[in-house]
């Protein structure tokens, strides 16, 4: 470990015990979700399980609560509940990182934790240069830099970055992030049999590839995977414009489904669907567990989208992850669940069966507080239904045009209201909420949409109201979280 090294990790570390009081005080700190200590918080990173432990690192930044020069937090847990945090695993300290360890992936191979990121770097002239770059462990916590191990390719910008690691067969495949050489977002591929040697495939899907047309100007976090014999390609891509009731954020995230020609390359894909329709939701990431599940996490925030405006900077922190989630295929579409491990966070539980309103709005005995659960089963529906939490978001259903909406006062402007919708295909019979202090996460009819968002009520108001235009009859499970620990 270097010298410029060793003083990075000193200079976090004493950052984060300078302000431990201050973040730790903050009314908006979340139960069960992943924080930064101190600073910024962005990307999951390295989302891998080995020899039963799931390893999750996340980008950085301990010295403010904007983007600069990344690290790597390092997070453990055996079952997604109870953590320990673990050293930095990267520090921006090395030639060809200098200027953040940016996003990446991690794999096993030969008793053998493999991490590969994007080393950031702005040179003498103010240009950018990116270097996919090879770190390694063999106990998982302290990392050897390789250095770069794949370059910039001809015909690419420096903004490509972000590598997927992934085997098939006997080999290794990459995706990696970028942008064209004409202001066009593409995902590369690259095949290699050792982990250390890459050789360039070429672009396996992109704008203007594969008859896609128009579609961004940057593809970032590009990740790769099989579920249920059906190729994904989940990608964040940016440069949208706002359609109807899709883009609505400043980035992106969703999916293309398809066939994946490794050869070629060649990914024969169908149209992209998003896969949160909250207001914060980016740069998912993926790994397949020892079960066979296939595991996401996401950040829980968007670049660009009025993150200085977050009341959480007053504590000296911004953003936070997503919960776990299972991934499932359903024939059409991806489905997302809440991880099974969560449930033992469960305390106490509330039952309330068969209510109705008609034509009013009340709260239920009991329901509501700022770390649960509350499930909603639906047995009729006659116009309009909507919760309203806390006085502050409110989700809407009206069976007639079939769509969703959530909406919250803005974040920069609090006399107006933003939204976001979605036209579901089917009624609305079942709603799963996670709301977390300052989080919510809404899982519709098991997980065919998901609305993803930050909320910043009222600390004392815990109250949860219920809307029905004509009659709703429904029945409400909730339960009180214990949260995760952490060691």
């Not at 990121?117 to 990116?130: F, H, S």
């Not at 954020?249 to 669907?273: A, C, E, I």
């Not at 499930?375 to 769509?403: D, P, R």
Request: aromatic share 12%; with cysteine.
């Amino acid at each position: 470990m270097s010298n410029r090294d060793i003083e990075l990790r000193n200079k976090a570390e004493t950052a984060v015990e300078e302000n431990r009081e201050l973040v730790h005080s903050d009314q908006y700190r979340p139960n069960f979700h992943h924080m930064p200590p101190v600073g910024l918080l962005n990307d999951p990173n390295g989302l891998v399980q080995w020899n039963g432990v799931f390893h999750l690192f996340y980008q950085w930044m301990p010295f403010k609560t904007d983007h600069g020069d990344k690290f790597w937090g390092h997070y453990t847990s055996t079952d997604f509940v109870n953590w320990e945090q673990q050293p930095i695993a990267l520090a921006p300290s090395s030639w060809f990182d200098k200027n953040g360890c940016y996003s990446g992936s991690a794999v096993v191979h030969d008793h053998t934790l493999y991490l590969f990121y994007t080393g950031n770097v702005m040179n003498e002239k103010g240009e950018r240069e990116a270097h996919q770059c090879l770190a390694v462990s063999t106990d998982g916590i302290h990392f050897e830099k390789k250095g770069p191990v794949v370059h910039l390719p001809d015909g690419y910008t420096a903004n490509f970055r972000d590598p997927k690691v992934w085997r098939k067969g006997h080999s290794w495949y990459m995706v990696i992030g970028a942008q064209s050489k004409d202001l066009l977002g593409k995902a590369v591929l690259f095949q290699s049999d050792n982990l250390t040697e890459w050789e360039l495939v070429g672009n396996m899907a992109g704008a203007y590839e594969n008859g896609l047309g128009e579609f961004g100007y940057m593809w970032e976090c590009p990740d790769f995977f099989e579920l249920n014999e059906q190729g994904i390609l989940m990608v964040s891509p940016q440069g949208l414009e706002e359609k109807g009731m899709n883009y609505a954020n400043t980035y992106q995230s969703g999916y293309f489904t398809g066939r994946l020609d490794y050869q070629q390359p060649d990914f024969n894909h169908g149209v992209f669907k998003e896969l949160d329709r909250g207001f914060e939701f980016y740069a998912p990431q993926t790994t397949l567990d020892e079960k066979g599940r296939r595991i996401l996490i996401g950040w829980l925030g968007v670049s660009d989208q009025y993150e200085q405006a977050h009341p959480t900077i007053r504590n000296k922190w911004v953003h936070c992850l997503t919960i776990p989630r299972e991934l499932i295929w359903n024939g059409s579409q991806i489905v997302q669940k809440p991880l099974e491990e969560l449930k033992e966070m469960r305390d106490s539980i509330l039952l309330h069966s068969d209510i109705t309103i008609e034509n009013d709005q009340k709260g239920i005995r009991g329901i509501g507080g700022k770390s649960i659960e509350v499930n909603i089963e639906f047995e009729n529906i006659e116009e309009q239904f909507a919760v309203e939490l806390f006085h502050y978001a409110a989700f809407n259903y009206q069976k007639k045009n079939g769509v969703l909406t959530l909406s919250r006062p803005h974040l920069e402007n609090k006399d107006k209201t933003e939204f976001r919708r979605v036209k579901i295909s089917n009624e609305l019979k079942q709603l799963r909420l996670f709301i977390d202090h300052s989080t919510l996460e809404i899982f519709v009819n098991e997980g065919e949409e998901v609305f993803t968002s930050r909320i910043f009520p009222q600390i004392e108001d815990e109250s949860v109201l219920f809307t029905s235009l004509g009659s709703s009859t429904f029945s409400i499970e909730q339960w009180k979280l214990n949260g995760y620990t952490y060691s």
